[in-house]
């Protein structure tokens, strides 16, 4: 659709990767599971934004994660009479996410594979480039349990918060990748089958 994708965990982990100051500060709480500190999460998207061009739709994935970034998302975004116009909750269970998440691999340049729903040709290797495959440090089960944790005490009273706002949209995540995708775009408000799929 032409949007521009901004996930602060890629951020953090390209920042992680290039060792910069912002990456090595927040290796201890990605490895663990934890939230980076609002502010430093909110100085990286700010920056992020400031760098697009203002009629370019925006996806944001993985944040905001806490009410104090949602607070500030909305004011970043206002100061350049921008809006959030949808927030989107995919709703599955908890051992259907940690499954999921748990056998998530991906390629270096990106391509995400699941070794349970979407495996690559030769387990352990791109398709496209035969790299070898990443499992990421945060996606062992006992760390996807414990970020579940934080994901319910600290991002769940974001569901009260954008449903106040008027902009939730409730899709129900846990059907096979095609259903939820269909269901994924009408929430945007994209008719399924109108888009120019970049992949
Ligand atoms: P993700 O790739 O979105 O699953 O993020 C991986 C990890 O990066 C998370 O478990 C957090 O440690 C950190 N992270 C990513 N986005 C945020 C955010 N919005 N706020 C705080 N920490 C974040």
């Known amino acids: 659709m032409g949007w521009a994708h901004v996930s602060t965990g890629d951020l953090l982990r390209a920042a992680l990767k290039a060792g910069t100051a912002l990456g090595l500060e927040a290796r201890r709480f990605m490895e663990a599971g934890e939230l980076v500190p609002d502010d430093v999460i909110v100085d990286l998207v700010r920056e992020h934004l400031a760098a697009m061009p203002s009629g370019r739709g925006v996806v944001l994935d993985g944040f905001p994660r806490t009410v104090p970034q949602a ?4 004011a970043v975004l206002a100061e350049e009479g921008r809006r ?3 927030v989107v909750l995919l709703e599955a269970g908890e051992e259907v996410l940690v499954k999921r998440i748990s056998g998530r691999r991906s390629s270096p ?4 594979y699941n070794v349970h729903f979407d495996p690559p040709r030769r387990a ?3 398709d496209d480039t035969g790299e070898a495959l990443i499992h990421r440090a945060d996606d062992q089960p006992e760390t996807v349990r414990k970020r579940l944790a934080v994901y319910h005490e600290a ?7 954008y449903d106040a706002e008027g902009v939730l949209v409730r899709v129900d995540g846990e059907g096979d990748i095609a259903r939820v995708q269909a269901a994924l775009l009408e929430a945007v408000g994209v008719a399924h089958g109108s888009t120019v799929a970049s992949d």
């Open 155 to 161: 991002t769940a009273p974001l569901v009260g918060y």
């Open 71 to 74: 607070e500030a998302l909305g």
């Open 109 to 112: 340049g990106g391509r995400v």
């Open 84 to 86: 959030v116009d949808r």
């Open 124 to 126: 352990g290797y791109c």
